[in-house]
């Protein structure tokens, strides 16, 4: 039987550019932060946010890992902004550190170098949540899609491309392409709500589902995934890029702008926090994705006003209303700067 402090510990492990896996484990007055291999760094913890090394450091380790620790900081301390690791390194060693963004700065302390991370800083780190290949590692190439210029899309994901462990709800949040064959009497069931038809307007059989979801996969600019908390399914997310999109006559749309449609079919994962927690994951998912996004955007329908007013709680900005064939809807956007700025400084 695997205890709730082992699962915890799992959640936030992160495999080494060597291939070699690094993991904290975190008490209320000490910690270890163990690579597989290597041993372990102890340190004591006077305070939440603060580490300092009692033994066991090693600077050949890379910077990165220290990433475990500060995602139990960070990922179940929502209200810190920074936490601090003192550690007898070199200022070689810390330089490096700051390069890879683990911390934005060192100063001399007792014990060592004081470290400093901050959470929006944080967050912007892939290794943690990415699974598999990520879209931003696909070199820059532009094609035509007949009128539009744009960057040529990598091919579509397979499986898993987001994990992350939510303390708060003691859940592992997940994103992964669809299975159309595999997905596709849960995706019917979906459509066919009250509550989703309503937006969507595609109630309809399996057949014509499956036709909807071959559509979305024959088209390079549109990827389908699937929600889940503990892999179980519960919402449809629909990502796009922009550039290529009906929208972009709209606005000045950039290369690497992404938009999203989604669907929640199951109401238990609608309360408030829990609809904050996964959409910020979602976004937090796009803008690991390729970090060429600097800008999501959204073109929900004018009259979904409770879903618009929610957004802008999130940082979305309003920017016009415009009219498509088949709905008129509001144009809206956030930067990454916002989203990984102050006051959420990341996911929630």
Do not use: N
């Given at each position: 039987m695997v205890?709730?402090?082992?699962?915890?510990?799992?959640?936030?492990?992160l495999v080494l550019a060597d291939g070699r896996r690094a993991w904290a484990e975190v008490e209320d007055e000490r910690?270890?932060?163990?690579v597989e291999g290597a041993g372990a760094l102890a340190l004591a913890r006077p305070e939440r946010h603060v580490f300092v090394a009692a033994d066991g450091f090693d600077a050949e380790l890379p910077p990165e890992t220290l990433l475990p620790l500060l995602a139990h900081v960070f990922a179940r301390r929502p209200k810190i902004e920074t936490a601090q690791i003192t550690l007898p390194a070199f200022d070689d060693w810390a330089r490096e550190a700051i390069r890879a963004g683990v911390v934005?700065?060192?100063?001399?302390?007792?014990?060592?170098?004081?470290?400093?991370?901050?959470?929006?800083?944080f967050w912007q780190h892939p290794g943690l949540w990415l699974k598999g290949r990520a879209s931003g590692q696909t070199p820059l190439a532009y094609i035509m899609s007949g009128d539009k210029r744009h960057p040529k899309r990598p091919p579509k994901p397979v499986g898993e491309v987001y994990r992350r462990h939510m303390p708060?709800?003691?859940?592992?949040?997940?994103?992964?392409a669809i299975d159309i064959e595999g997905d596709l009497e849960t995706f019917n069931r979906w459509m066919n709500l009250d509550s989703v038809a309503e937006f969507w307007n595609e109630r309809g059989d399996l057949d014509r589902h499956r036709t909807y979801l071959r559509t979305v996969e024959a088209d390079p600019h549109m990827t389908s995934f699937v929600g889940c908390f503990d892999d179980a399914p519960f919402a449809y997310f629909e990502m796009y890029w922009a550039k290529e999109d009906r929208v972009s006559p709209f606005y000045d749309a950039q290369d690497y702008d992404r938009g999203l449609h989604l669907l929640v079919g199951d109401s238990r994962h609608q309360g408030p926090g829990k609809v904050e927690a996964w959409f910020r994951a979602v976004a937090?998912?796009?803008f690991l994705d390729d970090p060429r996004t600097q800008?999501?955007?959204?073109?929900p329908r004018i009259d979904h006003v409770r879903w618009i007013e929610y957004m802008q709680k999130q940082g979305f900005v309003r920017l016009k209303e415009f009219d498509l064939p088949h709905k008129r809807s509001e144009l809206i956007f956030m930067e990454r700067e916002t989203f990984f700025g102050p006051p959420h400084s990341g996911p929630a």
């Open positions: 205890s709730s402090s082992d699962q915890e510990t799992e959640a936030f492990a910690a270890r932060v163990i934005q700065a060192a100063e001399p302390g007792e014990g060592g170098l004081r470290l400093t991370a901050h959470r929006g800083a708060r709800f003691k859940a592992d949040f997940s994103i992964r937090h998912y796009m800008r999501l955007i959204g073109d």
